[in-house]
C-alpha cells in the first residue's frame, strides 16, 4: 500500500499542489477555474430548439404552473401574470423580457477570496455530494444513517481537493443533530472546514436568514459589503410535473433581494414525473425553471440566476431513478443548447444509479460528468461522492471521482493540443528516424515531468506488479487514502475574533430555538 501512495511523486500537467494543505498526502493539480475549449455537443437542430421552446411557452401559456406561494403569486398578479387559484400563466413576452434582464455570468466570493468562482461564460465548476442522508465507507461496509462526524469528514475533501470549487448542500445529512438546529451546526463545520462558496438550503425562513448572517459573519463584511455582490447561493428544485413549493421560492426571493445567487434546477423523471420523451420532459424542466427565474428577475432585474437541468428517465421496470443513461446525457446537451438560448449559466450534475463505488457507480458517473462537457455546463453538482441516486454519500467514490476531474481538467489546458514548432518536434523525429527512441531524446527530458496527466489514485502496474503490491483494489486505495487525508488535514486559517463571533451566533440561534418543525 505504501508503494501504492508513494510512488506518484508529481501532479498532472502542470506539476504539483500549489496549495496543497495536510501534508501532502497526494501530488494534486493546482486551484484553478477550469474552462471548458470544447464545442459544445448540439444534438438538437436550430428547428429542434426553436420547438422545445415552443413548447416550453405553451406550457407557461395554455397550461401554467402551480406556485405555492402566496406572495409569489402576489407579485405575479402586479406583473400581469393571469393567476387562478395557484396556477399561474405567462405570456411568452413577460419570460423573455425577464430573462433578458438575467445575467449571463457573475461571480459568488466566499470567505476567501481566493477560492472566488465565476458561473458562466465557458467556466465549469465541480462541487461535492449534497444532500445524501445515508453514507457509506469500507471500514463500515454497509449503508447508515450520515452523522455530524461523517459530514465534517466529506466537508474536508471538499476543502482537500483543487477540483472540487464550491461546498454545495450538506455532503451527508448529519441526522445525529435535531432538524431545527442542524443548520446551525453544519454551516458552522462548512465555514470553518472549508473556504470555499457555500450554499443554503431554501428550507424555511430561519435556515436562509441564518446561513447568509453565518456566511456575512465568516467574511468579516458588513451587511453592506454582503449584498453589494454574491457570496453564496441556493439551488432550488420545482416539485415536478409544474409546481414551485413555498419554502424554495420564498428562500430564493430572501436571497434575490439581498444581492445573493439563485440556480433553479427542476428533478424532471421521463416516465414519471414528466413525459417518456426527453424532448417533452426537457420542455417542461425548461418552463418549470424559466416561470421562477422570470419571477426573481422580476423582484431584483439583474440578480444572478441559472437553470440547472436533473432530467433523467426510470427504470420501467421498477421506477427507480436512473442516471448517467444515454438519455440523460442527450437531455443535458439538449439543455445545454437551451441555456445558451437563453443566455442563462448552466447547472447539471455527476450521478449514478450504483450501491458501491464500483465499476456501475463510474461509467454511470463518467458519462454525467461528459456530459456535463459537452453541454458547455458551468456548475456541476454532486461531481464527487454520489452513489444509489443521490441516497449514499461515499468517501472512497468521493476520492475515485476526484480522479476523473483532474483527468478532464487536464484534457481542457490547451498545452495538450498545442501545435508550435515544439509541439511538431521535427528536429526530435529527425534525430531519432526510423530507428531507436524518444525516450533519451532532449524533447523528452526537457518535458517528460509535465508531459502527461498523473494520476494520485490509478494503478498501472501490470498485473504481476499489482498482485505484488497487495493486489490492492481501486476503491481500497481510496479508503487508505481517505484516511490518510483526515488524519493530516489542517483546516483553513480563520481570524479568532470572527471565530468567536460565530460560534456566539450559533448560541443564540441555538437558545432561541432554531428553526421550527413538527417533531
Known sequence: MGDTL????????????????????IEQMPWRLPIN????????????????????????????????????????????CRVDGDVVRMERAFVMEMLGKAPSQFTITPRNPDREII????????GNVSSPPNYWD??????VAGTREMCANMLKLTQYFNCIHFAGG??????DIHASVRHLDVLYDKLTLTDKVMHAYSLGAE???????????????????FEAKPHMYTNINSTSPLKHDHPMIDGCLRLVRRGQAVIVTPFTLAGAMAPVTMAG????????????????????????????????????????????????????????????????????????AANVPDGQAMWETSNSLWAAVQSGTNMVYHAAGWLEG????????????????????????????ATGPDEIALDAIKSVGNAGHFFGTQHTQDRYTTAFYQPFLSDWKNYEGWEAAGAVWTPERAHALFKLIIENFEEPPMDAAIREELAAFVARRKEEGGAPTDF
Do not use: W
Open 138 to 143: 469500507m471500514s463500515i461496509g454497509r449503508k
Open 281 to 352: 420532459a426537457v420542455a417542461q424542466s425548461i418552463a418549470e425553471a424559466l416561470c421562477a427565474i422570470a419571477l426573481f428577475q422580476y423582484v431584483r432585474p439583474g440578480c444572478p440566476c441559472g437553470i440547472g437541468t436533473f432530467t433523467s428517465n426510470v427504470d420501467m421496470k421498477s421506477g427507480a431513478p436512473a442516471f448517467g443513461t444515454p438519455e440523460y446525457m442527450r437531455a443535458t446537451q439538449m439543455t445545454g443548447q437551451l441555456a445558451r438560448f437563453y443566455g442563462l449559466p448552466m447547472r447539471s450534475s455527476g450521478v449514478c
Open 207 to 225: 435556515r436562509v436568514e441564518d446561513v447568509m448572517e453565518m456566511v456575512r459573519i465568516a467574511g468579516g463584511l458588513s451587511h453592506e459589503e
Open 37 to 80: 475549449v470544447d464545442r459544445p455537443t448540439e444534438p438538437l437542430s436550430e428547428e429542434g430548439v426553436a420547438a422545445i421552446h415552443e413548447g416550453a411557452m405553451r406550457i407557461l401559456e395554455e397550461i401554467g404552473v402551480a406556485f405555492l406561494n402566496e406572495e409569489a403569486l402576489e407579485i405575479l398578479r402586479e406583473a400581469g
Open 390 to 417: 443521490g441516497l449514499i454519500a461515499s468517501p472512497e467514490k468521493f476520492i475515485m471521482d476526484c480522479e476523473v476531474l483532474q483527468q478532464i481538467q487536464r484534457y481542457m489546458e490547451p498545452e495538450i493540443f
Open 6 to 25: 508513494s510512488r506518484r511523486k508529481r501532479g498532472g500537467g502542470r506539476a504539483g499542489n500549489a496549495a496543497r494543505r495536510g501534508g501532502a498526502v
Open 119 to 126: 458561473m458562466g461564460g465557458k467556466y465549469m465548476l465541480f
Open 170 to 175: 450538506y455532503p451527508v445529512e448529519p441526522v
